[in-house]
């Protein structure tokens, strides 16, 4: 072979070779996976009757994996001792589900998995599925639809309970409290709509439960409630709806400790309006006490003075109907320092008034120790109230759009409850202009009085309300720019707040309307809008 040809030859071969490199582990990308898995066979079959295994299992015509199971599946009727479910977190092309609870005789049982089971590389989820079976002759097959609403809300929760409890023989109200329910289904995350399936027929008490616990009972501290006052029937084709709110907590009082020299917190739960807290251990000339709540937590400070030469003190309690007694060990601690702080800081609006509150609580002010000057360094006169629950003085002054406002309390000025008084304090708030706040009027039309209209903002905060009894407009002046919602309190009680409602005592929430849409208040501007309500 001449030497030409054997060149060409070695490029040709040389080429080649390249190309083959190049072409190597080079990938086509190919479609998306966007279809879900499908299952193949189940073991027994979905839909079994007379059921007595102990394990089923579900066939995929590709790799699977179960996520967020704790949330998603929901097994109706509750298991007491929990099924295994293999494999969680890991993929394979079946799902196991090893019972270990004795099944009840005559019951059909249904798995819903929601958007648990998805396929292993894209997480296709194989949606709703439902594996159902009957230890009886046939599967129970009616049916009982609805919708969850919040009581307070404008949108309720996801991930809400409904649960039907069968009302036999055996039936208490307490049962909630204390039993899983005959029958259960959930919202999940995508709806509020609710169906609950394979239900047999009879009468039931119908409960949503926003469960915290996730222990399908009632725990009133924890979880929001939603009922039905009457029990239902079933077969039924009426749909329900169930209001969620959370229940005032029962009143019980959280055992007291010593927090400090002579001051004995008593934690609470539910309400404490008519709470009195009464010393019963032998007490010297002179003693005083006061009584001051917590702002951040249910607590109240019970202080005293002079120290008590005891152990121990003895107290009780009441509240309504609620009375108990109750030693509280004592020791030798600091007292607490007077600290004080305003409550409000910068700005101040037109209508609102200064306040200032103490860690320890206030015995006197001395007015002749303050003094307050606007932006021309001219006295301006104010009003003092004390409240005493709060420990906060408050301080009434007539205020001027625009204006500059510094007060100066003088060592002496405030005294508190151990005789100590403050070093000397400045503080400085201002005012703004009218044109930077706006104003709206609201007009109800078929509303039944007496009513509360609150405007509250994008996280549901209280921003201004007002209470009316007759058919008039509201107006709401100052408020700053921003957007917010309309709701009116209907208050059947007039007693001027919401009220939320009670499983015990069979009484629903007081209603509450949403304007449709958020309102958007914008500076020097007035705004009118009218709510008729349904």
Request: hydrophobic letters at 35%; aromatic letters at 12%; proline letters at 4%.
């Amino acid at each position: 072979m001449n030497t030409s040809v054997s060149n060409i030859i070695s490029a040709i071969l040389v080429s080649i070779l390249l190309s083959t490199c190049a072409n190597r582990g080079t990938i086509s990308g190919g479609e998306k996976d966007v279809e879900p898995p499908e299952i193949t066979r189940e073991s027994p079959k979905n839909f079994s009757t007379n059921f007595k295994e102990n394990e089923i299992r579900i066939y995929f015509n590709e790799y699977v994996k179960i996520k967020d199971v704790q949330k998603q599946l929901i097994i109706s009727p509750p298991m007491k001792t929990q099924p295994e479910i293999t494999p969680l977190g890991s993929a394979n092309k079946e799902i196991r589900i090893k019972i270990y609870d004795t099944l009840l005789p005559n019951t059909t049982y249904a798995f819903n998995f929601g958007q648990s089971i998805v396929d292993n590389n894209e997480e296709n989820p194989y949606s709703f599925y439902r594996y159902v079976f009957s230890t009886g002759d046939y599967i129970d097959s009616l049916s009982v639809s609805g919708n969850i609403l919040d009581a307070e809300k404008r949108e309720p929760e996801d991930f809400v309970s409904v649960m039907l409890y069968e009302v036999d023989s055996t039936f208490t109200d307490s049962v909630i409290y204390k039993e899983t329910p005959k029958y259960i289904t959930n919202t999940l995350d995508s709806t509020t709509t609710f169906k609950l399936e394979n239900l047999k027929a009879g009468k039931y008490l119908m409960i949503a439960l926003k469960d915290a616990n996730n222990s399908n009972k009632y725990e009133q501290k924890t979880d929001r409630i939603a009922f039905k006052k009457d029990f239902i029937t079933i077969p039924t084709d009426e749909s329900f709806e169930l209001k969620l709110f959370k229940e005032a907590a029962d009143f019980k009082i959280i055992r007291p400790n010593q927090t400090a020299g002579n001051k004995i917190a008593f934690g609470y739960e539910g309400d404490a309006e008519n709470l009195k807290i009464n010393l019963h251990t032998r007490t010297s000339s002179g003693f005083a006490k006061r009584v001051t709540k917590d702002s951040k937590s249910d607590t109240l400070y019970y202080w005293y003075m002079p120290k008590i030469e005891a152990d121990s003190l003895f107290f009780s309690v009441t509240n309504k109907t609620y009375h108990d007694s109750m030693y509280v060990n004592i020791r030798d601690m600091k007292k607490d320092t007077l600290v004080i702080k305003p409550i409000q800081s910068g700005t101040l609006k037109i209508d609102e008034n200064f306040e200032l509150e103490g860690s320890v609580p206030f015995k006197a002010i001395s007015k002749e120790n303050i003094t307050l000057l606007d932006k021309d360094s001219t006295k301006v006169d104010f009003a003092m109230t004390l409240d005493s629950l709060k420990n906060r003085y408050v301080f009434d002054f007539e205020k001027k759009e625009d204006d500059t406002y510094k007060m100066q309390l003088l060592p002496g000025a405030l005294t508190d409850f151990f005789e100590n008084t403050n070093d000397t304090l400045n503080y400085s708030i201002r005012t703004k202009n009218a044109s930077d706040y706006g104003k709206a009027r609201i007009t109800l039309v078929n509303a039944v009085y007496p009513v509360i209209v609150q405007l509250t903002d994008t996280q549901g905060k209280i921003v201004a309300e007002q209470y009316g009894e007759k058919n008039a407009p509201f107006d709401f002046d100052n408020l700053n720019p921003g957007k917010f919602d309309i709701r009116v309190i209907f208050d059947t009680n007039k007693n001027g707040k919401w009220d939320a409602g009670n499983y015990l005592k069979k009484t629903q929430p007081e209603r509450i309307s949403y304007y449709p849409d958020k309102i958007e208040i914008r500076s020097n501007w007035d705004e009118l809008y009218t709510f008729t309500l349904k």
